[in-house]
């Protein structure tokens, strides 16, 4: 089971990024984003279940952040506007069979992580 990123990069504060993480092996039910900045443990972002019916979100990136699934890609994607300094991290995707959830330790698939640096 692999999971890889795709999208990171560098922006200005305001502009948008859409992240990409594509699954191989296996169909998850729950796919979900975290991120970890310097010198801080790495926090929930948004999780999304199987069919998209549910999502979650941390409230910091609440109505900026919107995360989607392609199942016919397997893939999960995280679309980040109005960037903030503050949102400049490595994200992580992750996923796990079972319930939809956003705690970090029950997630047993991770990807690679991928760069997001926004500049003020």
């Known amino acids: 089971v692999q999971l890889a990123e795709s999208g990171g990069g560098l922006v200005q504060a305001g502009g948008s990024l859409r992240l990409s993480c594509a699954a191989s092996?296996?169909?998850?039910?729950?796919m979900a984003w975290f991120r970890q900045a310097p010198g801080k443990d790495r926090e929930f972002v948004g999780a999304?279940?199987?069919?998209?019916?549910?999502?979650y979100y941390a409230d910091s990136v609440k109505g900026r952040f919107t995360i989607s699934r392609d199942n016919a890609k397997n893939t999960v994607y995280l679309q980040m506007n109005s960037l903030k300094p503050e949102d400049t991290a490595v994200y992580y995707c992750?996923?796990?069979?079972?319930?939809?959830?956003?705690?970090?330790?029950?997630?047993?698939?991770w990807g690679q992580g991928t760069q997001i640096t926004v500049s003020s």
């Open positions: 092996g296996l169909t998850f039910n729950a």
């Open positions: 992750a996923a796990k069979f079972g319930l939809l959830i956003t705690t970090l330790n029950d997630y047993v698939y």
């Open positions: 999304i279940n199987r069919s998209g019916g549910s999502t």
